[in-house]
Nanobody, 122 residues
Framework: QVQLVESGGGLVQTGDSLRLSCAAS????????VGWFRRAPGKEREGVAV????????YYGDSMRGRSTISRDTAKNTVYLHLNNLEPEDTGVYYC???????????????WGQGTQVTVSP
């Protein structure tokens, strides 16, 4: 059974950093593209970052490019999202998702975690 569990969210202040974790079970993260997405209040879900399976390429969405880094630890079967210099506009629920093709379009992903809340105070 494929399962993704996010953690690491919380309440932080403007300028702080966070590391979000996406722990996978039922499949190997080395064999799947894993993406991070977020849904801000009143907005559509958007892609933050994705790491491909085969060639380890990384792609970043416009909203957090330069302030986010995606990485993968195959020994722990976990994908991380490092967020830096957070702003109140980054507040939202952050989800990880897995599928075979690396894309920032959330509709392409079959497997999803339950999300972790990130709140950035002014």
């Amino acid at each position: 059974q494929v399962q993704l569990v996010e953690s690491g969210g919380g309440l932080v202040q403007t300028g702080d950093s966070l590391r979000l974790s996406c722990a996978a079970s039922g499949f190997a993260v080395a064999n799947y593209a894993v993406g991070w997405f977020r849904r801000a209040p009143g907005k559509e879900r958007e892609g933050v970052a994705v790491i491909s399976a085969s060639d380890n390429n990384k792609y970043y969405g416009d909203s957090m490019r330069g302030r986010s880094t995606i990485s993968r630890d195959t020994a722990k079967n976990t994908v991380y999202l490092h967020l830096n210099n957070l702003e109140p506009e980054d507040t939202g629920v952050y989800y990880c998702a897995a599928d075979l093709v690396a894309t920032l379009f959330f509709t392409a992903y079959e497997y999803w975690g339950q999300g972790t809340q990130v709140t950035v105070s002014p």
